[in-house]
């Protein structure tokens, strides 16, 4: 029963994830389903001695590439990749009407 609730345990906080595309959660289980399943398994004291090592290393990655594609396009107006919350129309077109009961905006509804 342990070792069931771990595992479900592991899949729920899954949620915590914040929200991406499916290549985005393919690309993550694929990289911790390889080193912490395979390669625990059969290389356990290469993964003790490099897995938080490896782990540091990709954190590091994503923050580089950040700063990177900020200067390298963003900072010349290049349309770069097409990030989650980047675009202008992922919002809900009533998020500009008002919350006050009574006031009334043409295409908003009335509170």
Known sequence: MDQFYTHAHALG?????PSAKAVNYLSWGAV???FNY???RRYKSWW???NYILSAALDAGVAFMGVFLYFTLQSYDISGPE???????DHCPLAKCP?????????????
């Open 83 to 89: 990030w989650r919350g980047l675009d202008s129309s």
């Open 32 to 34: 911790g389903i390889f």
């Open 99 to 111: 919350i006050s009961p009574g006031i009334v905006v043409h295409r908003c509804p009335v509170l």
């Open 38 to 40: 395979y390669v625990f």
């Open 13 to 17: 906080r899954s949620i915590a994830l």
């Open 48 to 50: 003790a001695r490099h």
